[in-house]
T-cell receptor, first 113, second 109 residues
């Protein structure tokens, strides 16, 4: 069984551009979570999707957005990129909404120049 | 507000020594607590969860509601335990998992 897959592995953008990151959850998982792992800051919760709906978002500006598709895959969009958006973006999925173990992808490394 | 605090960024111990990674949480209700681990060049993965009350790779963690702590312990550290450890919490409405900043454990030979 395939795990959580994320693409691209690496992405280099310049300030002001937009970035799109993609995530495919484990088959059968309906919840997808996005986290930002910046150097020295641990995992910061970004967004949580379940059954196609945004259920919760972290303390990030609106230029961080995303969506979940009918097949439960998800994408994260970051508009008007800033240098401090450079980080590893981790996607995780879980079996159902809430109170469950997260299975993580390998992450997408975003570098903003 | 929910918060997870891991006071040590780096913990260095000798092989065979006991190890304790500290985790304190802030949550008014009954949280569900986890330890996740990230070994070098591997994905972040679940190590253990408090409701399972199990020992994984020799690690145990006890929930102390009075002290709002969930420290991770192992009596005899091994070199392969070197990794980044994250304490995490799920609580109440919202059901999002909140992570601490992580503790890097380095086990010296």
């Amino acid at each position: 069984e395939a795990g959580v897959t994320q693409s691209p592995t690496h992405l280099i953008k310049t300030r002001g551009q937009q970035a799109t990151l993609r995530c495919s959850p484990i088959s059968g998982h309906t919840s997808v979570y996005w986290y930002q792992q910046a150097l020295g800051l641990g995992l910061q919760f970004l967004l949580w999707y379940d059954e196609g709906e945004e259920r919760n978002r972290g303390n990030f500006p609106p230029r961080f957005s995303g969506r979940q598709f009918p097949n439960y895959s998800s994408e994260l969009n970051v508009n008007a990129l800033e240098l401090e958006d450079s980080a590893l973006y981790l996607c995780a999925s879980s079996l159902r909404s809430g109170a469950n173990v997260l299975t993580f992808g390998a992450g997408s490394r975003l570098t903003v120049l | 507000a929910q918060r997870v605090t891991q006071p040590e960024k780096l913990l260095s111990v000798f092989k065979g020594a006991p190890v304790e990674l500290k985790c304190n949480y802030s949550y008014s209700g009954s949280p569900e607590l986890f330890w996740y681990v990230q070994y070098s060049r591997q994905r972040l993965q679940l190590l253990l969860r408090h409701i399972s009350r199990e020992s994984i790779k020799g690690f145990t963690a006890d929930l102390n509601k009075g002290e709002t702590s969930f420290h991770l312990k192992k009596p005899f550290a091994q070199e392969e335990d070197s990794a980044m450890y994250y304490c995490a919490l799920i609580g109440g409405g919202g059901f999002k998992t909140i992570f601490g900043a992580g503790t890097r454990l380095f086990v010296k030979a």
